[in-house]
């Protein structure tokens, strides 16, 4: 059974970073592109980020384009977000994915997938 932990959100001031990270387990994740995604109260979930199987190619939402860096550690199973200069934009529930594509080109691979075990997620709170 696929299972993924989201974890490292928390409340921080406009401006301030912070790290998220996300551990999966029952699937291939060492061969699968994987997703960042966030949900804000009364919106629809968005994809935020791609990384390929073996991270040489990344896709950004254009929101996110500067600020955020993800990273994938195949050995440990574990994705990451990197975020920095936060905006109260940014406040939104976090969580990580097998992505659509495989190649994490163009629009479609932060398309929010069908048929995912979706985990809890990680809430991120950026104060102004």
């Known amino acids: 059974q696929v299972q993924v932990v989201e974890s490292g959100g928390g409340l921080v001031q406009a401006g301030g970073s912070l790290r998220l990270s996300c551990t999966a387990s029952?699937?291939?994740?060492?061969?699968?592109?994987m997703d960042w995604f966030r949900q804000a109260p009364g919106k629809e979930r968005e994809g935020v980020s791609c990384i390929t199987w073996n991270g040489s190619r990344t896709n950004y939402v254009d929101s996110v384009k500067g600020r955020f860096t993800t990273s994938r550690d195949n050995g440990k199973n574990t994705l990451y977000l990197q975020m920095s200069d936060l905006k109260p934009d940014d406040t939104a529930m976090y969580y990580c994915?097998?992505?659509?594509?495989?190649?994490?080109?163009?629009?479609?691979?932060?398309?929010?997938?069908?048929?995912?075990?979706w985990g809890q997620g990680t809430q991120v709170t950026v104060s102004s």
């Open positions: 029952g699937l291939s994740f060492d061969s699968l592109a």
């Open positions: 994915a097998a992505a659509v594509t495989g190649d994490c080109s163009g629009s479609r691979s932060l398309e929010v997938p069908p048929n995912r075990n």
